[in-house]
């Protein structure tokens, strides 16, 4: 018998999932990147710019001292009984290691833990939300999971029954959750945020997208808000919050509140909230709202993407249901050690009088402040482009420029069944080797189009981005001007 696995009789709920950071354009990429170092003067650039995806490290960003001597010594505790260790790793690195080995079965970071993760692991990081938030936190709460996207995925799974179950999105919005909701079955309700006010998010504009959805029979579950914003960059104001709070409250819904990015803030006037900090400081309790917050090692300071790293604080639930969280929590078995180790490390960094407290700060801060020197310059380059405008980048590590592009473009797009957007990208790929992710991965109000961009290239690399990106622009705008 023939094989019996084609595309057509595959779960449809696959075909449907789409992921654009890891798309089209980027699979153009790695086939340049190959056709050059085989023939390095078959283009006129000699190196891919990967401006694609949030990944800090693979661009050239220094991991943090501290954390990566604490893994070393974790993995490899045989070190810790060296004499010259002393010398080479600081005193609360060896200090902190040896209280994590402690907290680890069989003090060894090849075995399986606990389906949730580490107890003591988890008593870490309880203890730093509930120092952040100024609210308790129970450890008891935390699942830690291998970055944040599963912990997403195990949400989508628990609250989606069928196509009539609905989850409010932000759009744009970072392509796992329309892939996860796709994936379980779900459906996705779009919510925009307004482009104009700096990516605002209005209630106004959920309560409407809620009454549609109800209109069409869909059961909406949950409301997904990203802050900081990925891919629009916005840092959410703490009145917003607020509304946004009550809102799920008097809806009934699951908050789901993606905060990866609370350590990535760049400008003096917008500050960090937890979701979990707003809905207690207005005087709620477990009792009153389901909230969810996802934390990662990938990104903020640390950029650990590869480490795979991170947690879920589940509130709100009932212990029955806790129940099921934890069940599918361990059909996993369990999340990856060092990804554990890690999380609780970066949630408990070295404290002022701690040995590798000053070393510490100024990587923290070295790489935060060159961060915000990216983003500007980089915001700046964009809004001089005939065409092109870009708001503000508050946080996070990305920015979404609107293009509006000249109707020959569109129109040559059309010609091969190709969105603008993609359009646009892909020839910007093939001209200079920059990679940008289209617009429409990500969700836009229709008729418009943009691009993501992260600000992660070195910042000696920016210089030579924007006099490509400009470049190129001038040329494409000349092409099809109408």
């Given at each position: 018998m023939a094989p019996q696995v084609t595309v057509d009789s595959i779960n449809p709920k696959v075909i449907e999932c789409q992921y654009a950071v890891r798309g089209e354009i980027v699979i153009l990429a790695q086939k340049l990147q190959q056709e050059i170092q085989a023939k390095p003067e078959a283009y006129p650039f000699q190196e891919i710019l990967y401006c694609n995806i949030g990944n800090p490290q693979s661009l050239g960003q220094k991991s943090v001292t501290f954390f990566r001597e604490v893994l070393a010594l974790c993995d490899h505790p045989a070190i810790l009984a060296?004499?010259?260790?002393?010398?080479?790793?600081?005193?609360?690195?060896?200090?902190?290691?040896?209280?994590?080995?402690?907290?680890?079965?069989?003090?060894?970071?090849?075995?399986?833990?606990?389906?949730?993760?580490?107890?003591?692991l988890r008593d870490t990081i309880a203890a730093a939300i509930e120092a952040r938030d100024g609210f308790p936190a129970d450890p008891n709460d935390i699942f830690m999971t291998d970055g944040a996207s599963p912990a997403v995925h195990m949400m989508m799974q628990l609250l989606i029954r069928s196509e009539k179950d609905g989850i409010l999105c932000p759009i744009p919005q970072y392509p796992l959750y329309s892939a996860s909701i796709a994936l379980h079955g779900g459906t996705l309700v779009p919510y925009y945020l307004d482009e104009a006010t700096g990516w605002g998010?209005?209630?106004?504009?959920?309560?409407?997208?809620?009454?549609?959805?109800?209109?069409?029979?869909?059961?909406?579950?949950?409301?997904?808000?990203?802050?900081?914003?990925?891919?629009?960059?916005?840092?959410?104001?703490?009145?917003?919050?607020?509304?946004?709070?009550?809102?799920?409250?008097?809806?009934?819904?699951?908050?789901?509140?993606?905060?990866?990015?609370?350590?990535?803030?760049?400008?003096?006037?917008?500050?960090?909230?937890?979701?979990?900090?707003?809905?207690?400081?207005?005087?709620?309790?477990?009792?009153?709202?389901?909230?969810?917050?996802?934390?990662?090692?990938?990104?903020?300071?640390y950029g650990e993407c590869g480490k795979r790293g991170g947690y879920m604080e589940v509130t709100g639930f009932g212990?029955?249901?806790?129940?099921?969280?934890?069940?599918?929590?361990?059909?996993?078995?369990c999340s990856n050690i060092t990804g554990q180790i890690l999380a609780s490390l970066v949630m408990s960094p070295p404290k002022v009088g701690d040995k590798s407290y000053e070393s510490y700060i100024a990587e923290r801060d070295g790489?935060?402040?060159?961060?915000?020197?990216?983003?500007k310059t980089l915001e700046d380059a964009f809004n001089k482009l005939e065409g092109i405008t870009c708001n503000k980048a508050e946080g996070a590590m990305y920015l979404f420029p609107r293009i509006n592009l000249p109707k020959k473009a569109i129109k040559a797009a059309e010609e091969v069944k190709t969105a603008p957007d993609l359009f646009y990208c892909r020839r910007l790929l093939n001209e200079t080797g920059i990679v940008f992710v289209p617009g429409s991965g990500f969700g836009q109000?229709?008729?418009?189009?943009h691009f993501r961009c992260t600000i992660l290239p070195q910042e000696e690399k920016i210089p030579a981005i924007v006099t490509r990106l400009t470049d190129f622009h001038k040329r494409f705008m000349d092409e099809f001007r109408d």
């Amino acid at each position: 018998m023939a094989p019996q696995v084609t595309v057509d009789s595959i779960n449809p709920k696959v075909i449907e999932c789409q992921y654009a950071v890891r798309g089209e354009i980027v699979i153009l990429a790695q086939k340049l990147q190959q056709e050059i170092q085989a023939k390095p003067e078959a283009y006129p650039f000699q190196e891919i710019l990967y401006c694609n995806i949030g990944n800090p490290q693979s661009l050239g960003q220094k991991s943090v001292t501290f954390f990566r001597e604490v893994l070393a010594l974790c993995d490899h505790p045989a070190i810790l009984a060296k004499s010259e260790t002393q010398a080479l790793f600081s005193a609360d690195s060896i200090e902190r290691a040896r209280k994590i080995l402690d907290q680890i079965p069989g003090r060894a970071t090849g075995a399986y833990s606990h389906s949730q993760g580490i107890k003591g692991l988890r008593d870490t990081i309880a203890a730093a939300i509930e120092a952040r938030d100024g609210f308790p936190a129970d450890p008891n709460d935390i699942f830690m999971t291998d970055g944040a996207s599963p912990a997403v995925h195990m949400m989508m799974q628990l609250l989606i029954r069928s196509e009539k179950d609905g989850i409010l999105c932000p759009i744009p919005q970072y392509p796992l959750y329309s892939a996860s909701i796709a994936l379980h079955g779900g459906t996705l309700v779009p919510y925009y945020l307004d482009e104009a006010t700096g990516w605002g998010l209005e209630v106004s504009e959920l309560k409407k997208q809620l009454q549609e959805a109800k209109s069409n029979g869909i059961t909406v579950r949950a409301l997904v808000v990203i802050n900081p914003g990925n891919p629009t960059g916005q840092v959410l104001a703490e009145e917003n919050q607020k509304a946004i709070v009550e809102f799920c409250k008097e809806e009934g819904l699951v908050l789901l509140a993606d905060e990866v990015y609370q350590e990535n803030v760049y400008v003096p006037e917008k500050k960090f909230h937890s979701f979990k900090k707003v809905a207690r400081s207005m005087g709620y309790s477990e009792k009153d709202i389901h909230l969810v917050s996802f934390q990662s090692v990938s990104k903020g300071y640390y950029g650990e993407c590869g480490k795979r790293g991170g947690y879920m604080e589940v509130t709100g639930f009932g212990a029955d249901v806790r129940e099921h969280i934890y069940k599918l929590a361990s059909v996993n078995l369990c999340s990856n050690i060092t990804g554990q180790i890690l999380a609780s490390l970066v949630m408990s960094p070295p404290k002022v009088g701690d040995k590798s407290y000053e070393s510490y700060i100024a990587e923290r801060d070295g790489i935060l402040s060159s961060l915000a020197r990216r983003a500007k310059t980089l915001e700046d380059a964009f809004n001089k482009l005939e065409g092109i405008t870009c708001n503000k980048a508050e946080g996070a590590m990305y920015l979404f420029p609107r293009i509006n592009l000249p109707k020959k473009a569109i129109k040559a797009a059309e010609e091969v069944k190709t969105a603008p957007d993609l359009f646009y990208c892909r020839r910007l790929l093939n001209e200079t080797g920059i990679v940008f992710v289209p617009g429409s991965g990500f969700g836009q109000v229709p008729g418009t189009w943009h691009f993501r961009c992260t600000i992660l290239p070195q910042e000696e690399k920016i210089p030579a981005i924007v006099t490509r990106l400009t470049d190129f622009h001038k040329r494409f705008m000349d092409e099809f001007r109408d």
